[in-house]
């Protein structure tokens, strides 16, 4: 079975599935890696602690926004339920790190990727929690988790890499990223190349266009649990994905 890369993902709102860039470079990402035997997710949109695990027998979805046209909210992604692979997460997490379960099915920090990558949802998939945005514990979570790659599971953190909404003046799909967000996007993209983890776990001082590109960290959070799967975050990742939606930056990143 291949080893399976790790991904970081930026999601957006429903509508960017509208945008035909995104679509475009998603799907040509999805292309070229293995078929996954599981899809572990991680979003920006659940931090519980303790870890929690969503749904495993069926994965119904969480429409966790508003304001939209109808049609967003009567997506489906009856994708099946992976109740082995919530018992592995289990069994590869430490004695101090509790796991709970839950019904809690996926929201679209996890299933707006996936209706672009694996259409048919025939891949089994499961929601883990984010318990904890501290870019240290985070890696060494997806450390843990690192071994499932070798399982055939696609690990993904779900995200944006810069989410400012309080501070975007012009909402159209295509206007002008502001200053903050083009700042703090180079920067990502250049320290991801060096591979500088230590620098962008501290992103919160050293990054240009803070606290303006995350007023919140939870949309730059999941980045470090895919690092930490990779095996060496040290390693500059692919950049597959890049550009601006709404000023935000879409940049993602695939670990081999």
Do not use: C, N
């Not at 919140?216 to 990742?237: C, K, N, Q, R, V």
């Amino acid at each position: 079975m291949s080893r399976m890369p790790a991904l970081f993902l930026s999601h957006g709102a429903p509508p960017l599935v509208d945008d035909e860039r995104w679509v475009a470079q998603l799907k040509d990402l999805a292309a070229g890696l293995p078929r996954p035997r599981a899809i572990l997710m991680a979003s920006a949109h659940w931090e519980s602690a303790p870890l929690m695990l969503g749904a495993t027998e069926t994965v119904p979805l969480v429409y966790d926004f508003g304001g939209f046209e109808r049609r967003y909210y009567e997506v489906q992604y009856p994708a099946p339920g992976a109740p082995a692979l919530a018992d592995r997460v289990e069994k590869l997490m430490p004695d101090s790190e509790h796991v709970a379960r839950t019904d809690r099915g996926l929201d679209h920090g996890a299933y707006v990727p996936l209706t672009v990558m694996y259409p048919e949802a025939d891949i089994p998939v499961l929601q883990m929690s984010l318990p904890t945005l501290e870019p240290d514990r985070l890696l060494e979570l997806g450390r843990r988790l690192a071994p499932l790659r070798d399982e055939g599971v696609l690990i993904v953190g779900s995200g944006f890499t810069t989410h400012g909404l309080p501070f975007l003046r012009d909402w159209r799909p295509d206007a002008t990223a502001p200053g903050w967000s083009r700042e703090f996007d180079a920067w990502a993209a250049e320290t991801l190349a060096r591979g500088a983890v230590d620098e962008l776990a501290d992103f919160r001082s050293r990054a240009p266009g803070m606290p303006w590109a995350h007023p919140t960290i939870e949309h730059f959070a999941p980045m470090f649990l895919t690092l930490g799967a990779s095996g060496d975050p040290t390693l500059p990742p692919d950049q597959p994905i890049d550009g601006f939606w709404m000023g935000l930056a879409k940049r993602s990143f695939q670990v081999a």
